[in-house]
């Protein structure tokens, strides 16, 4: 047996462990209060239904300018959002890389997938199955903040999460 197959084995069996000793390893548990009456309809798509609102969207990664390495400070992101993971260990992650304006759009979409890339790498070092995480990059074309500034900037600069169920 392979060291990475031993591992991969190892983070399986971890995960049906700690599973296991849950109440329900349902990703409804990501949305306490459920979707209301008003809320817009999940998303289905490929990896399944999109989960509208959970504890990731707070572990926002940020870059530096015309960067995809990962910040020291973002690293306890990183691992929160591992732990996250493992207590969830159904649900699939999507990882959108994102960019500022700055740049060409074909440039700025390789920038926004190899950020996205960068976190995937942080996440299975932290023990995540690589087969539960997917990379997308919207380059420059979703910010979330839309003026023209080193502010505005430095908050598009990030990957976000999304959660599948």
């Known amino acids: 047996m392979t060291k990475r197959t031993f591992l991969s ?11 296991a000793g849950c109440a329900s390893d349902d990703a409804s548990q990501l949305n306490p209060e459920g979707i209301g009456a008003d809320a817009p309809l999940p998303v289905r798509g490929a990896l399944g239904e999109l989960i509208a609102s959970h504890p990731l969207q707070s572990q926002t990664i940020y870059f530096d300018y015309d960067s995809a390495r990962i910040k020291d400070s973002e690293t306890p992101k990183i691992q929160a959002a591992a732990k996250h993971l493992i207590e969830n260990f159904r649900v699939q992650c999507e990882l959108e890389g994102h960019c500022d304006e700055r740049g060409s759009g074909e440039y700025n979409m390789s920038l926004g997938e190899r950020r996205a890339q960068a976190v995937r790498a942080g996440l299975i070092g932290f023990g995540i199955e690589a087969s539960k995480l997917h990379t997308k990059s919207f380059g420059e074309e979703k910010p979330i903040d839309p003026e023209h500034d080193e502010s505005a900037w430095r908050k598009n600069r990030r990957v976000e999460f999304a959660l599948y169920k």
């Open 9 to 19: 084995a190892a983070v399986c069996g971890l995960g049906l462990v700690l599973g």
